[in-house]
């Protein structure tokens, strides 16, 4: 049953217009990924409300000296960006619902979406909504989280996503309301 923007209003209620502007995304990213119970549509819509404050940001926030972090160094070498400072990290910054951060996974997302590398060239794509709705439940399908989702492990779904408990309390708020609004018991 597809989502409803009232639906995604009460779950996400700072998203406000964006709903709007994100349903007819979501509903075929989450239909396209097998994100299609109540349980894993939950999750889904907690992970992605919380990475994306409540589909307000597509791309990660932060000057040059933040996104360093992602150019050189152990996390930059980690996520495939170059060693050098060249601009890696700002290019290949974290874009779409849930943040695909280096070089590696826009290469990744890029063959699993369009069976070539052209986020590569082309990052900002993940910014518009129908890409960034897609390239996160293309990164939800990758890393198994539909069988985490089905069994309740939301604390491992939130590390698979973030490599931390970071947002942890939010998380667990926004997945809370999305449990009442979508797994209601039929009468």
């Known amino acids: 049953m597809p989502l409803t923007v009232l639906q995604l209003q009460q779950i996400l209620p700072n998203a406000r217009s964006q709903a709007g502007v994100f349903i007819s995304a979501l509903n075929s990213a989450m239909d396209g990924h097998g994100i299609n119970t109540p349980k894993r549509s939950a999750a889904f819509l907690a992970q992605v409300g919380h990475e994306s404050g409540q589909l307000h940001y597509v791309r990660e926030l932060g000057g040059d000296q933040y996104l360093s972090k992602y150019d050189t160094g152990t996390l930059a070498a980690r996520l495939g960006n170059t060693p050098m400072p060249d601009g890696d990290g700002q290019r290949y910054r974290g874009r779409g619902l849930i943040q695909i951060t280096g070089h590696h996974n826009y290469q990744q997302c890029s063959l699993g979406l ?19 709705a897609e390239s996160a439940a293309w990164f939800w399908g990758q890393n198994g989280l539909n069988e985490l989702a089905d069994r309740d492990q939301f604390n491992s779904i939130t590390r698979r996503i973030n490599g931390g408990l970071n947002g942890l309390q939010d998380r667990l708020q926004l997945w809370a309301r999305a449990r009442a609004v979508l797994c209601q018991p039929s009468v």
């Not at 070539?116 to 518009?128: G, H, I, T």
């Open 114 to 132: 369009f069976g070539d590398e052209r986020l590569l060239q082309l990052p900002e794509l993940l910014e518009q909504p129908q890409w960034a």
